[in-house]
């Protein structure tokens, strides 16, 4: 007899939402209001303005009843277009989509792509078997220092100009640190290349106006995920001011890339981008905080975090040093599994992430307690109890 489904998401709700800490930094909680939101009516219906691209045979929309959701889509817009500096669409449907209009607005079949490797923390999404393959690129990584865990802006601006690639993009799935994005937009512009920056991690940081901003240090287009650091439903966003590029995107949007674009999650994410614009920069710096807090008490408990003479991390993440976990006779999959146990969550590549945390109004006595509950558990010792007892103690912030 197959279980109820509503049965089965209340349990998740009251799991995750009441009990669990939750240390993904690919993961946030939503505010009761966007949680509300997203169960709209608006997750049921449809909306297509005609623009340059789309003909709708003369009437304004292909649909009728559209008038709130139009509304909803253009206010979320004007938001996110001050919170980030450029004209912004909520349309991509994820990060990954957001990816994907990015290659298909900008390069041809044939046209060579620079991003950092997955083996240095990029997106595996770019390396040459995914994106670039589907669009005929070529890939090449750029360079990257590992013991300052950031790009080699001096060696990555030489071979820009070198290969004048027509496609630059900045990002990382594993990122602690901003990048010297002025040394790359110089080698950009010498070379003629289009200069990216995937903010799918640190978006909810670039909203609130700390670690970097893309767009007015010199990218010519920031994408991202709405549901990492930023605290949206699950989603992205394209911005630029470059007028070829907005064109080339809109051209890219409806019946190329998506079509329906989720109106529910875009009237959501327009109230997530509107509690940003409110707190965004409270919230983003509890994370920096937090992140450089946590890092040094794991460290104190000899799970020990990398980078500490650059202060652990500028972003939400902070990266556990392999060799130490081992020395606790666990593996980054085994300290996952061993956490769950306790309702203590994180994922199992060694990532510790701070954004939720934080929006729950955490600081820096809790990252000391997660800390030593961390290192009590991995003793073997049921801290279930006491995670539990430290969630339950705090409500959403920041909204
Ligand atoms: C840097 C980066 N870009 C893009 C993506 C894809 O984002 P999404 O899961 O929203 O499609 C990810 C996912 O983790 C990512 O880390």
């Not at 079509?259 to 940003?276: C, K, P």
Request: glycine share 10%.
């Amino acid at each position: 007899m197959p279980r109820h489904i509503p049965d089965l998401v209340r349990q998740h709700d009251s799991w995750r939402y009441t009990k669990c800490i939750n240390l993904q930094p690919s993961e946030n909680i939503l505010s009761p209001a966007v949680r509300k939101i997203l169960g709209s009516d608006m997750a049921g219906r449809y909306t297509l303005r005609s623009n340059e691209f789309i003909d709708n045979g003369g009437a304004p929309n292909s649909y009728g009843g559209t008038r709130f959701m139009d509304e909803v889509e253009a206010e979320g817009a004007e938001i996110a277009s001050r919170l980030f500096g450029a004209q912004t669409s909520l349309k991509p449907i994820s990060g990954h989509i957001a990816s994907l209009l990015l290659f298909a607005s900008v390069c041809r079949k044939g046209d060579t792509v620079m991003s950092i490797s997955s083996m240095d923390g990029g997106y595996d999404g770019y390396g040459s078997a995914f994106i670039p393959d589907i669009f005929s690129l070529k890939s090449i990584d750029l360079p990257f220092d590992r013991t300052r865990w950031n790009i080699d802006a001096e060696k990555a601006a030489s071979a820009i100009r070198s290969n004048r690639p027509r496609l630059v993009i900045l990002g990382q799935s594993f990122i602690l640190f901003p990048y010297d994005v002025k040394a790359i937009h110089d080698a950009c512009s010498d070379a003629g290349s289009i200069l990216a920056y995937d903010a799918s991690h640190v978006l909810g940081l670039v909203a609130g106006g700390v670690f970097q901003r893309p767009i007015q240090e010199g990218c010519d287009v920031l994408i991202g995920s709405t549901h990492k650091s930023f605290p949206g439903p699950q989603g992205g966003i394209f911005a630029t001011n470059d007028e070829a590029i907005w064109k080339s995107f809109h051209r890219n949007t409806t019946w190329r890339i998506i079509d329906n674009a989720h109106w529910n999650r875009i009237a959501a994410l327009a109230q997530a981008m509107y509690e940003m614009k409110k707190n965004g920069r409270n919230y983003a710096h509890r994370i920096q905080m937090n992140s450089a807090e946590l890092g040094k008490q794991l460290s104190d408990i000899g799970l020990r975090c990398r980078f500490p003479e650059l202060g652990y991390s500028k972003s939400h993440q902070l990266h556990l040093d392999p060799e130490s976990v081992a020395r606790t006779g666990t593996t980054f999959g085994g300290l996952s599994a061993k956490l769950e146990d306790n309702d203590i969550i994180v994922d199992t590549t060694g990532r510790i992430g701070t954004s939720e945390v934080s929006r729950l109004g955490m600081g820096r006595p809790e990252m000391k307690k997660i800390a030593s509950l961390i290192g009590e558990a991995l003793q073997g010792r049921n801290v279930r109890a006491k995670a539990n007892k430290l969630r339950r103690s705090f409500v959403i912030h920041y909204i």
